[in-house]
């Protein structure tokens, strides 16, 4: 690579307090790697948007980083979404990652809110009119899994990105050839906004598979193969993780890719790892 590249990192809001004393440790550990943002999630039916929302505001008051919440149209009218992103807007937050969200776990597809707003192209709209946030929105090199057909889908991201979405970050991945073929599609459906790799460093291969599973990403059996077995084997797990991981992002650096965003699942290591195999050097080193 000619220089190193630019690196976004998503946390998620945790449940208990060892959680949070994990969250804040990934913090300190990865914000002297000087991400363009951190992004805090939303979990399924909005069960985590108080957590979400003190943490992005505890982030922009006692951090120097950026922070982006995560933001959806499940069980909420649009009159709430609108006057939480106001008050967002009014604390200082100025990033925001716009989804369409999942259903709450047992009820099946996904229901637009009576009053609120039916997709996330909608929502990026409708988020719009309330400030000009930066906004990122969802991309898949895979199809969403409610999506009849890739076509249908890159459809819905061009909508996403023409309602005012600034950037799109992919579904997490692991064949570089899935990205490449789908940033092709991308750009040859006219989309021009900036098109980020989503990276899930390996911390748990089993678990890996269940969220693949759970949206639709594939687990090539070459990587399955490099993992068999190795559950009893910490150390030598956390090698294989860093070696896949950085050779996939190594890969897309040499077919153009400049910006990695990385779902690091609260755990720093790996992408701390990874991260300075791409060049990256905390603050306080290169200094």
Same mark, same amino acid.
Request: charged share 20%; hydrophobic share 50%.
């Given at each position: 690579m000619k220089?190193?590249?630019?690196?976004?990192?998503?946390?998620?809001?945790?449940?208990?307090?060892?959680?949070?004393?994990?969250?804040?440790?990934?913090?300190?550990?990865?914000?002297?790697?000087?991400?363009?943002?951190?992004?805090?999630?939303?979990?399924?039916?909005?069960?985590t948007r108080e957590r979400t929302d003190r943490i992005v505001r505890r982030i922009r008051t006692e951090t120097p980083l950026e922070p982006a919440a995560h933001i959806t149209c499940v069980g909420a009218a649009r009159a709430e979404i609108d006057a939480l992103a106001e008050s967002w807007w009014a604390a200082g937050i100025r990033h925001l990652v716009a989804l369409r969200g999942d259903a709450p776990a047992g009820q099946g597809r996904f229901a637009p809110h009576p009053e609120?707003?039916?997709?996330?192209?909608?929502?990026?709209?409708?988020?719009?009119?309330?400030?000009a946030f930066d906004i990122a929105v969802a991309a898949y090199p895979e199809k969403h899994p409610d999506s009849p057909t890739p076509e249908a889908d890159?459809?819905?991201?061009?909508?996403?990105?023409?309602?005012?979405?600034?950037?799109?970050?992919?579904?997490?991945?692991?064949? /570089?050839?899935?990205?490449?073929?789908?940033r092709d599609r991308v750009r040859a459906a006219g989309i021009s906004a900036p098109l980020v790799p989503?990276?899930?460093?390996?911390?748990?291969?089993?678990?890996?598979?269940?969220?693949?599973?759970?949206?639709?990403?594939?687990?090539? /059996?070459?990587?399955?193969?490099?993992f068999h077995d190795l559950d009893g084997d910490p150390e030598t797990r956390q090698l294989v993780a860093a070696a896949t991981a950085c050779e996939l992002c190594e890969r897309l650096a040499a077919e153009g890719v400049e910006r990695f965003h990385f779902y690091t699942l609260n755990r720093p290591q790996l992408t701390a790892a990874i991260c300075r195999r791409l060049g990256l050097k905390p603050l306080q080193e290169a200094a």
């Open positions: 220089k190193p590249p630019a690196v976004s990192f998503e946390f998620f809001p945790p449940r208990d307090d060892a959680g949070w004393a994990q969250l804040w440790a990934t913090v300190e550990k990865l914000a002297p790697f000087h991400p363009a943002f951190v992004s805090v999630t939303y979990g399924a039916g909005g069960t609120g707003y039916v997709n996330a192209a909608d929502l990026v709209a409708g988020l719009r009119k309330v400030a890159l459809d819905n991201l061009k909508r996403k990105i023409d309602a005012g979405g600034s950037t799109a970050i992919t579904q997490f991945f692991f064949d /570089a050839d899935l990205f490449l073929r789908f989503g990276i899930l460093p390996i911390t748990n291969f089993a678990r890996a598979v269940e969220f693949a599973a759970r949206c639709g990403a594939s687990v090539p /059996a070459k990587l399955a193969e490099l």
